[in-house]
């Protein structure tokens, strides 16, 4: 048996806040190397599902589509993530229309104060 150790830095977000844009560039075998599967993770089923999910329209099935394949890349622990940054955002109480998205890249543009 032969065991192969990678070790690189990677930093990614779901900017579109769509589960396809977070799992098929890092776990969908077509996009092994520097795509963004540098992992080199294979694995048909999940492949299956990725694709799958891209074609399904009813929200709560493309939900139990993705939570499957999260499920099965999670049992393969394809990574091991040593750190996550949590992201502390604070405001005054007259401060309205800020825009607060999962990839952290919020809007400031709509701000406002509020006497």
């Keep these: 048996m032969c065991l192969l ?6 930093s990614w977000a779901a900017s579109t806040g769509d589960p396809d844009f977070g799992l ?3 776990y ?3 996009s092994m190397g520097a795509i963004g599967n540098r992992s080199f993770y294979e ?3 999940v492949d299956r599902l990725l694709e799958l999910a891209r074609e399904e329209i009813n929200p709560q099935r493309r939900l139990e589509i993705y939570a499957e394949a999260q499920r099965l890349i999670f049992e393969d622990t394809v990574k ?3 750190r996550r940054v949590e992201a502390l955002v604070g405001a005054s109480n007259n401060l309205r229309g800020l825009r607060l998205f999962p990839h952290e890249r919020h809007s400031i543009a709509s701000i406002y104060f509020v006497d």
Excluded at 5 to 10: E, H, M, N, R, S
């Design 5 to 10: 150790g990678l070790l690189f830095v990677l």
């Design 24 to 26: 098929f560039p890092l």
């Design 28 to 30: 969908h075998s077509h």
């Design 43 to 45: 694995n048909r089923e």
């Design 80 to 82: 091991i993530y040593v």
